[in-house]
């Protein structure tokens, strides 16, 4: 499938329509809402099924060199990412110096949900990727955090001392990477027979599940525009746009040496691609208060986020199949 | 009915540092707290809803404790070495309780 294909193929499904429908209604001030439980209830389902089908995956082939390779690259690209964002962001637009160190945290670390929608791509594109890549997103979650505030306490000296521990804690407990590495280790001990007794529950309604928590995500992002796009200059804008193309390009150099399967190269491109909008926020507004959540977040969810879904993930498909030769 | 006098501490602050928070005033020794979800509102940092949120970052919650006057320095020292960077707000007020042994 070519290009242009995949995108209109990404651009007509219907998770990118309920995401669109409501990132619309968003800005229409529609009051189409879903309640926060709903959302969080939502959240914990996708982190189950996508953790506990990778699990079996692994149960299924069992642990390679190549999951540890992943595991190194995930890690290097995790932390390196943030120092060219923090580089770009501060030559390309006047943020301060802790709001870019925060900007780049999100763009080191990965989004769960873009994640989730590009295993969808993979599959509808009848391709296969290895399991074992949930863990690499659960570890790919943190190193971006830690080179962040390392940038930033350049910044502020008198920070420097204050202890990690609290904070290494918080978002290593993390609800969601609680729940999606506590699944993934449950599928892999329990396998294709614990797959059997729950793919009614995790299997058949994820898809619909999906686009709900999509549309979901449309309401939250349109609602952040609308609310802080003002704060985001055209510089950061662009920084949302072109980052995930210079992180992307990484993780396919990455890939080429680690040898993955096309969908799993795809992947691993949308991990290093995507930006946090879940764990990391939370982490910054505890490590770096100082830092403006309008302006992450917003670009995150509201530029990032929309770019991925619609555009990114079927140009991370192509390039997988340009890389693996797929 | 006796009733005794004692201070109001109510305290909204951003969802993320709440187990900081309820940390903070354990040690300052509060005998109890009440955490209470707030739907939206506006502030200096713009406008904020709980609808939709999946993480922690953009929700408020408000954290109510009452205890004796004598303690509320000691209480709002603890409260402000968590909230001083934080979005947040402060209010004290006086209330007057009916058993007052317990705060």
Not at chain 1, 182 to 196: L, R, V
């Amino acid at each position: 499938m070519g290009m242009l294909d995949l995108a209109a193929a990404n651009l007509l499904s219907p998770m990118v329509l309920f995401f669109a429908l409501g990132f619309l209604a968003a800005i229409a001030r529609s009051d189409l809402t879903i309640p926060e439980q709903i959302a969080k209830g939502m959240a914990l389902y996708l982190m189950l099924s996508i953790g506990f089908k990778g699990g079996v995956e692994v149960h299924k082939s069992g642990v390679d060199a190549k999951m540890l390779g992943a595991a190194a690259a995930g890690i290097v690209l995790s932390a390196l990412i943030p120092l060219i964002g923090y580089a770009l962001l501060r030559a390309t637009s006047r943020l301060s110096a802790i709001d870019a160190a925060a900007v780049s945290a999100h763009y080191g670390s990965i989004s769960i949900v873009t994640f989730v929608a590009a295993t969808e791509t993979v599959r509808i594109a009848g391709l296969s990727f290895e399991g074992y890549l949930i863990a690499i997103a659960a570890i790919m979650e943190t190193p971006a955090i830690l080179t962040a505030l390392l940038l930033a306490r350049r910044a502020m000296p008198e920070r420097k001392g204050e202890p990690l521990g609290a904070l290494l804690h918080e978002i290593g407990f993390n609800g969601s990477i609680v729940m999606l590495v506590g699944s993934f280790i449950i599928g892999a001990i329990t396998g294709p027979e614990g797959m059997k007794m729950i793919s009614p529950f995790i299997i058949d309604p994820f898809r619909g599940v999906l686009c709900l928590f999509l549309l979901d995500m449309g309401l939250v992002a349109g609602r952040g525009l609308r609310e802080g796009g003002r704060l985001l200059s055209p510089g950061v804008v662009l920084f949302g746009l072109y980052m995930p193309l210079i992180s992307a390009s990484l993780a396919a150099i990455s890939c080429l040496l680690l040898g993955l399967s096309s969908g799993g190269t795809a992947l691993m491109i949308t991990l290093a691609a995507s930006a946090s909008y879940i764990a990391v926020p939370a982490a910054m507004r505890l490590a770096l208060p100082e830092a403006r959540p309008a302006i992450y977040l917003t670009l995150s969810l509201a530029v990032t986020f929309p770019f991925n879904l619609t555009l990114g993930l079927p140009l991370y498909l192509w390039l997988a199949s340009k890389v693996s030769g797929g | 009915m006796d009733m005794h006098r004692k201070k109001r501490i109510e305290i909204i602050l951003e969802a993320p540092a709440m187990n900081r928070l309820s940390t903070a005033l354990e040690a300052a020794g509060v005998t109890g707290y009440t955490v209470l979800p707030v739907l939206a509102g506006k502030g200096k940092t713009g406008a904020w809803t709980r609808d939709g949120l999946v993480g922690g970052a953009g929700a408020m919650v408000c954290v109510i404790c009452i205890t004796d006057p004598a303690r509320v320095d000691a209480v709002l020292e603890r409260i402000m070495a968590v909230l001083s960077r934080q979005i947040g707000l402060v209010t004290i007020g006086d209330v007057d309780v009916v058993r007052g042994e317990r705060f």
